[in-house]
């Protein structure tokens, strides 16, 4: 009878062990591999002369949410001129006010200043192909009751230039470059071929269904060689992972220093349609 109970002494210490092992484990698991000063959003587009910048401290928890960073100095120069941004009302939010013409094919620098640190990214300005000369990646058709369904693929592949694309319609709102939410709407040409087959695409696609003349207002915009190569990683680390994907990894942006993100330089171009012409 004593050595039972030895037996269950025993048993139970394993027990409590292998449980604290294990909720070791998992806190180690959770921790992220880097911890990150500052993450940047957003940057320079043509379309209009307002400019937003988006700046945060990343999340360090699964539960908890990006903290704004505020009294920070960002400062984007053109080639030309430098363009201070001042904080909105947005916290974190940086809006610039753009007067100079496009400088295709040369280099926008970003600087940021923020806790005695100096964080600076490049990005170049690539114009972009008019919509009217290429093919627009979407597809309509006439339905029974005379209404128009169409299919939005989230991502394309083989197109002579990359791109990034936004599609409004109804309840789908205008592109506004200072909204930062509006990310799940975008969808991608890509220059290079699909993934490996043993990555699943999942059929990522929008579908939609207006009346022959609602409008569909269609954003075209550019993307530098080096941001379409970093969207293209940072997709092969999330649409396109699967079962035989190798281990995740931090996809480094264009942002020195200890920074996360992408400040991207972007030409646009915008097209009004009603669904019939399409």
């Not at 394993?14 to 092992?21: N, R, T």
């Not at 704004?68 to 120069?77: E, Y």
């Not at 001042?86 to 974190?92: K, L, N, Y």
């Amino acid at each position: 009878m004593k050595g039972f109970r030895n037996y269950l002494a025993v048993l139970l210490c394993l027990l409590v062990l292998a449980g604290c092992k294990k909720i070791a484990m998992d806190d180690s698991f959770l921790k992220p591999r880097r911890v990150y000063d500052l993450a940047v959003e957003g940057g320079f587009n043509t379309l209009g002369t307002a400019q937003y910048i988006r700046l945060t401290k990343p999340a360090l928890h699964p539960d908890s949410i990006p903290k704004p960073i505020v009294k920070a100095s960002v400062v984007v120069n053109d080639g030309k001129t430098d363009i201070v941004f001042r904080e909105t009302t947005t916290p974190g939010v940086y809006q610039g006010t753009n007067r100079n013409d496009p400088n295709y094919n040369n280099a926008y620098t970003l600087t940021i200043k923020y806790n005695g640190k100096t964080y600076t990214a490049v990005d170049t300005l690539r114009q972009v192909v008019n919509i009217v000369d290429d093919f627009l990646p979407l597809s309509t058709h006439l339905q029974a009751d005379k209404t128009i369904q169409g299919t939005i693929p989230k991502h394309t592949f083989g197109y002579l230039n990359p791109n990034k694309w936004f599609i409004a319609y109804q309840d789908i709102p205008l592109w506004n470059p200072a909204k930062f939410d509006q990310t799940k709407y975008y969808s991608y040409t890509h220059l290079l071929g699909s993934p490996n087959s043993l990555y699943p695409l999942n059929n990522l696609k929008r579908t939609f269904t207006v009346g022959q003349e609602d409008f569909i207002t269609i954003y075209k915009i550019s993307l530098s060689e080096n941001y379409a190569r970093y969207l293209y990683s940072v997709f092969m680390e999330t649409d396109w992972s699967g079962l035989f994907s190798s281990v995740p990894v931090n996809v480094e942006g264009n942002i020195s220093g200890n920074a996360q993100g992408y400040f991207s330089v972007s030409d646009v171009d915008a097209r009004r349609y009603k669904a019939k012409e399409l």
